[in-house]
């Protein structure tokens, strides 16, 4: 199989997944947390800033959406990072064929989605200590989840942009 098809399988699996766990209503998908939860928001979806308003959500997604949301994290919340990430590392690959950078700059590049994929793990565990332990307040981890949520979505933006944007620059490179 050459690189070209297995970044385009690794798209298509990973497009799959994204699209399958965002609007199909299964146990674990978006829909069905926003089902059991009575309209919840996911943490990761909208963080919260101030421990009173995580453990405000907390409450009012109710038992059945915090046993959907502890579910979820156990199982769509790992498959669905895991699914990305080779796409990702093989996108960073391509955009890094035609760059002329060291091997820290090239590692450093590699490194942004492993990022990601490493603080979505720690976003999912920070929510199943919260929930495990919920009703009780545990003050660290309910001030840490808005922070790590924010790493992690920066750093899976920055591994979609980057490769875009390397891209983009040996495309015009290439047209001047």
Same mark, same amino acid.
Do not use: C, Q
């Given at each position: !199989? ?38 919840? %928001? ?6 919260? $800033? ?19 949301? $502890? ?20 996108? !960073? ?20 989605? %492993? ?18 332990? $919920?009703?009780?307040? %545990? ?17 899976? !933006? ?7 944007? !390397? $891209? ?9």
């Amino acid at each position: !199989m050459t690189k070209r098809n297995r970044l385009g399988l690794s798209f298509l699996v990973a497009l799959l997944v994204v699209l399958t766990v965002h609007f199909l209503d299964f146990r674990g998908s978006v829909p069905n947390f926003v089902k059991l939860s009575g309209g919840g %928001i996911l943490l990761d979806v909208k963080p919260s $800033f101030s421990e009173g308003e995580v453990y405000e959500r907390l409450e009012a997604y109710g038992e059945p959406g915090r046993s959907s949301y $502890f579910f979820r994290n156990l199982t769509v919340d790992v498959v669905l990072p895991l699914s990305l990430l080779p796409f990702l590392l093989l996108f !960073m690959l391509a955009a890094l064929e035609d760059l002329r950078a060291g091997r820290f700059t090239r590692a450093l590049l590699l490194a942004v989605p %492993i990022v990601y994929v490493g603080f979505d793990f720690a976003e999912n565990a920070t929510v199943l200590v919260l929930l495990s332990t $919920f009703p009780e307040r %545990i003050h660290f981890p309910a001030v840490a989840l808005p922070y790590l949520t924010t790493v992690k979505r920066t750093a899976s !933006m920055l591994a979609l942009v980057l490769p875009l944007a !390397m $891209f983009s620059v040996a495309f015009l490179k290439g047209r001047l």
